[in-house]
């Protein structure tokens, strides 16, 4: 339970990308405490754990030095996570109109779960628009630079995890 303006960043995170970085940091300045939270979504399968996807989203934000972020995850519905911390609102990043068109089915479906529920949306930086983490996962896995869309901070890891894949589809 949390009081004061408490908005929540909800994602898949897998990996967190340069863009949703910028997100969190532009959303911590919009409310007193942000909770980025890793998600569960049925129509993804993700190669990081929701441990890992945690773990990386918190060193990205104490790199950043961004103090009023908490770093979290959860299994269930993200209106039920909204009302265990009373959350004001919901973040998500913009980045083309087909984000819209996706982000607005989501709002429509979860103020039919909740009618309180409530989403601010941020464009996102035009140079960052064009990364998603699905291209980082790609370009990963044939061994290109990433530099320029994970933070520093968990670069490392995320090019370590696809050359063990590699290594391991090689035997
Ligand atoms: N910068 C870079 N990439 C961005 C971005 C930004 N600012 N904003 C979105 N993206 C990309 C991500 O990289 C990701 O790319 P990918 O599809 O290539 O992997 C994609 O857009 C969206 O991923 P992400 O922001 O990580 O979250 P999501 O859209 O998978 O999140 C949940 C969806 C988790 C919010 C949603 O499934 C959910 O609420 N789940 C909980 C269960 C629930 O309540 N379900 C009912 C929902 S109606």
Redesign the pocket.
């Known amino acids: 339970m949390t009081s004061g303006n408490t908005m929540i960043y909800?994602?898949?995170?897998?990996p967190?990308?340069?863009?949703?970085l910028?997100?969190i940091e532009r959303a911590a300045r919009l409310c007193d405490r942000l909770y980025v939270?890793?998600?569960?979504?049925?129509?993804?399968q993700t190669v990081f754990t929701p441990e890992e996807r945690a773990g990386m989203a918190k060193r990205c934000v104490e790199a950043a030095g961004i103090d009023n972020v908490m770093i979290d995850s959860?299994p269930?519905?993200?209106?039920?996570?909204m009302k265990q911390h009373e959350a004001r609102a919901?973040v998500?990043?913009?980045?083309s109109e087909s984000?819209l068109r996706?982000?607005q089915?989501?709002?429509?479906?979860?103020r039919i779960?909740y009618d309180q529920y409530e989403v601010v949306f941020?464009a996102?930086?035009p140079e960052?628009?064009y990364?998603?983490?699905?291209?980082?996962?790609e370009v990963a896995s044939l061994g290109g630079d990433i530099s320029g869309m994970v933070p520093e901070a968990i670069q490392a890891e995320v090019e370590a995890r696809f050359k063990e894949d590699s290594y391991a589809q090689q035997q």
């Not at 998500?92 to 980045?95: K, S, V």
């Open positions: 909800p994602g898949t995170f897998d967190l990308t340069k863009g949703h910028d997100i939270c890793v998600m569960y979504n049925p129509a993804k959860y269930g519905l993200l209106v039920d996570y919901v998500r990043g913009l980045r984000d996706y982000e089915e989501m709002a429509t479906a979860n779960l941020l996102s930086r960052l628009s990364t998603s983490s699905s291209i980082v996962r």
